[in-house]
């Protein structure tokens, strides 16, 4: 099978929401005017490492915001978020977190969850999430598209839960392994992993 993207694809579910997977969630925290903001987001990666950076791409817009979602409206005003590491023991909360709420209201409460200060910036995290990433944004990137951006920022402070440091290393087999987004409606919780020496 072969399609151009502009002409359709015929199933009835788009491809390509399945064809670059699994994608990691990167679970957006922001404070803005308005109050606090929080959503998950599957176009979501690290980018460097020195200075540690990440960035994710948000699609679509809400009535209230002008051409975006809150998550990037927010950063506009303040130049800053937090990266929270979704995991299989918050699935449930990552999910309820990504409904369209009225901007202003804090799914940090719609969700049930504890907020807890950032250190280096002026947002919440999520206080039971097995990492944190505080950030301040260098850029927001318009992609192609209505309502397509991508944000990239430098992380300035990590905030590592102290169940999930085994042996020295990150891991989060003991908070239900990392979830990651597989397109449609389908996700994956990584629990198993495996080793491989890099050719010198």
């Known amino acids: 099978m072969f399609y151009r993207p502009e002409a359709g694809h015929g199933l009835p579910h788009n491809p390509f929401n399945a064809i670059v997977a699994p994608r990691p969630i990167g679970w957006i925290s922001t404070r803005g005017s308005q109050g606090d903001?929080?959503?998950?987001?599957?176009?979501?990666?690290?980018?460097?490492?020195?200075?540690?950076?990440?960035?994710?791409?948000?699609?679509?817009?809400?009535?209230?915001?002008?051409?975006?979602?809150?998550?990037?409206?927010?950063?506009?005003?303040?130049?800053?978020?937090?990266?929270?590491?979704?995991?299989?023991?918050?699935?449930?909360?990552?999910?309820?977190?990504?409904?369209?709420?009225?901007?202003?209201?804090?799914?940090?409460?719609?969700?049930?969850l504890e907020g807890a200060p950032c250190t280096t910036i002026e947002c919440l995290r999520v206080a039971g999430a097995a990492a944190s990433l505080e950030c301040r944004m260098t850029q927001i990137v318009p992609l192609a598209g209505q309502a397509n951006f991508a944000v990239f920022g430098v992380v300035t402070g990590v905030h590592l839960r102290d169940d999930c440091i085994v042996e020295g290393r990150f891991d989060l087999r003991s908070a239900g392994g990392w979830i990651a987004r597989l397109g449609y409606k389908d996700y994956c919780a990584v629990d198993e992993l495996f080793e491989m020496e890099r050719p010198s």
């Open 37 to 112: 903001n929080l959503a998950p987001y599957s176009f979501f990666n690290a980018v460097a490492y020195v200075p540690p950076q990440v960035m994710f791409a948000s699609t679509g817009a809400k009535t209230d915001r002008h051409g975006t979602k809150d998550s990037v409206a927010q950063i506009i005003e303040t130049g800053v978020f937090c990266v929270n590491i979704a995991t299989g023991d918050l699935r449930d909360a990552v999910n309820a977190t990504s409904a369209p709420l009225p901007a202003g209201t804090s799914e940090f409460d719609t969700a049930g």
